[in-house]
T-cell receptor
Framework: KNQVEQSPQSLIILEGKNCTLQ??????????LRWYKQDTGRGPVSLTIMTFSENTKSNGRYTATLDADTKQSSLHITASQLSDSASYICVVSALEGSYIPTFGRGTSLIVHP | DAGVTQSPTHLIKTRGQQVTLRCSPKSGHDTVSWYQQALGQGPQFIFQYYEEEERQRGNFPDRFSGHQFPNYSSELNVNALLLGDSALYLCASSLNRDRGPNEKLFFGSGTQLSVL
């Protein structure tokens, strides 16, 4: 069964600090992995998409890494801002089958001033 | 260019009632997917509509039904509401020609449904 597990479940950091969110998956055969940011009461917005051959991808202060061998990904946020407070969801798609992506439960990040 | 729009934004119903949620896809998109997101959980796939037909369905009971109109907009209907149906309902649109693992979903802001 395709699964996506994220950790930690929640995280509180001070403004300006860095943090790293983790994602482990069992989706196979792997096609791509996306990180979404979801503000409270809003729909998810795509931050990055990574395919099998990509190890690192950046989007401003967000840097995603992918280790397809260990089936792990991380999202690193640098110099956090109050606006980074949100839920970050890891989503993995398979290369074949229904094409319906598998969503993780998300990590809730709170950035305090 | 309008993104995905959903209505209403909030809704309060009582157990046993029926509810209809609406979604207009991003301009040019022809495929609509619906997701249920309970508090603290990731979105769960309900079903997907293309060419006015339900193409795929997740693990949801028949109380959940939908419709897609010729203009690609869509409705989600839930009958005999249960307390457990309280959730954020998200609509996502995409292009059928991009269907596959690289399909890009654009989400609306959702409808927050509370069942009392």
């Amino acid at each position: 069964k395709n699964q996506v597990e994220q950790s930690p479940q929640s995280l509180i950091i001070l403004e300006g600090k860095n943090c790293t969110l983790q994602c482990n998956y069992t989706v196979s055969p792997f096609s791509n992995l996306r990180w979404y940011k979801q503000d409270t009461g809003r729909g998810p917005v795509s931050l990055t998409i990574m395919t099998f051959s990509e190890n690192t991808k950046s989007n401003g202060r967000y840097t995603a890494t992918l280790d397809a061998d260990t089936k792990q990904s991380s999202l690193h946020i640098t110099a956090s801002q109050l606006s980074d407070s949100a839920s970050y969801i890891c989503v993995v798609s398979a290369l074949e089958g229904s094409y319906i992506p598998t969503f993780g439960r998300g990590t809730s990040l709170i950035v305090h001033p | 260019d309008a993104g995905v729009t959903q209505s209403p934004t909030h809704l309060i119903k009582t157990r046993g009632q029926q509810v209809t949620l609406r979604c207009s896809p991003k301009s040019g998109h022809d495929t609509v997917s619906w997701y249920q997101q309970a508090l603290g959980q990731g979105p769960q796939f309900i079903f997907q509509y293309y060419e006015e037909e339900e193409r795929q369905r997740g693990n949801f009971p028949d109380r959940f039904s939908g419709h897609q109109f010729p203009n690609y907009s869509s409705e989600l209907n839930v009958n005999a509401l249960l307390l457990g149906d309280s959730a954020l309902y998200l609509c996502a649109s995409s292009l059928n020609r991009d269907r596959g693992p690289n399909e890009k979903l654009f989400f609306g802001s959702g409808t927050q449904l509370s069942v009392l």
